[in-house]
């Protein structure tokens, strides 16, 4: 079959990587894809938000398969512009239409959905511009840390964990009188904080039956030890090694059931991932948020530890026929090693050659923020690289991920040296 992916990052390049080793794939395209999904498929200069132009190309081209790789295609509803259409409702969307999505395109949403099915999860409130006092009487409730949620997509950095309360209430008001965040934070959730590890268990869906891929752990931000700003992540491992089979019958039983059950229940339909961020406190699962796609950098140590053919499992998933099919997981760890460019979070610059890419060995580096510059690889975003290994545990494929990372650069090169530090 013809399959179009959407999006541009590490992401996408995993995806693309594995999609190409099926024998069920005939012609494979990614809009707007990277320097790496260029050598594998055809790239397409098609931005993931103009349907009309997706529409076009399906159609010209044949595509009977479309995966969603971001979040806000799918917060916009092509998922629902693919049914609307006569032309396009018989192609396969993997993600979910809007109302699915509002998971992670509104916490207040996701925070109700929780409550109304005892998934556990830290106690909130909801606040705009017009109860701000009531906001600043609610953080005077709570002991610090303080952790304050722009309610709408923010890009991953809608999320602020604060330690003073004088500090909170001004960054209250910052993200709902000042706009901080936009439109995103015109409504804050503000919940308590909960002392714990995270890690994030990722499940398909075809809407009545699951499966449940291999957890992982990322590390969000940009300096040694979890210091410093929070990015898009700066590096994963899977499996968990702290998420042991008590601990992974209880996410199942308390969270993953109640989820997939309660989109039945509410009349949510759903044909795609569910991205779970979880903290374990005392050994007790709670939920930090939903997403409603695979994470990045995790697809690029969980795909990689899928062993059963990925378009397979999609078509099930279309065909609501997951149940009839099994999932083979690679029992060697994963771990990936992100590179950025300098600067990053905050402002750095982009076109900066890679160079010695052709010198890497017993590694796949998946491209996140890359381009061509005709025949030179360039840098095309804050996130460049992600170098992912297997191993026999994590330690191992670390340090294979770390000597590859050693052999390639570009100007300004930034990573993390002490990933799984705190397993």
Known sequence: MNILILGSGGREHAFTW???????????????????????ATNVAINVTEFDKIKDFVIANQIEMVVVGPED??????????????????VIVIGPEKLGATLEGSKEFSKEFMFRHNIPTAAYKSFTADNLEQGYAFLESLKAPYVLKADGLAAGKGVLI???????KDSLKEMLVEAKFGNASAKVVIEEFLDG????CFVLTD????????MAKDYKRIGEGDTGLNTGGMGAVSPVPFADEVLKQKIEDRIVKPTINGLVKDNIPYKGFVFIGLIRVNNEPYVIEYNVRMG??????????????????????????????????????????MTVSGGYPEAY????????????????????????????VVTNGGR???????????KEALATSYSNVAKFSFDKMYYRTDLGFDL
């Open 73 to 90: 295609p799918l917060v916009r509803g092509i998922h629902d512009f693919f049914l609307a259409d006569e032309q396009l409702k018989e």
């Open 384 to 394: 460049v690289l992600a170098m992912t290994s297997y191993g026999k545990d994590f």
């Open 197 to 200: 590890i995270e890690l994030s």
């Open 207 to 214: 809407g009545k039956s699951y499966k449940i891929l291999p």
């Open 162 to 168: 604060i330690q003073d309360l004088h500090e909170a």
């Open 18 to 40: 594995k999609i190409a080793q099926s024998d069920k794939c005939s012609n494979l395209f990614v809009a707007p894809g990277n320097a790496g999904t260029a050598s594998i």
């Open 296 to 337: 990045d950098p995790e697809t690029e140590v969980v795909i990689p530890r899928v062993k059963s053919d990925l378009v397979e499992l999609f078509q099930a998933v279309g065909n609501q026929t997951l149940d009839k099919v099994s999932i083979e997981l690679d029992e060697r760890s994963a771990c990936t090693v």
């Open 349 to 376: 610059e982009k076109g900066k050659e890679l160079i010695g890419l052709d010198t890497i060995n017993g590694s796949i580096p998946f491209h996140a923020g890359t381009k061509l510059e005709g025949d030179k």
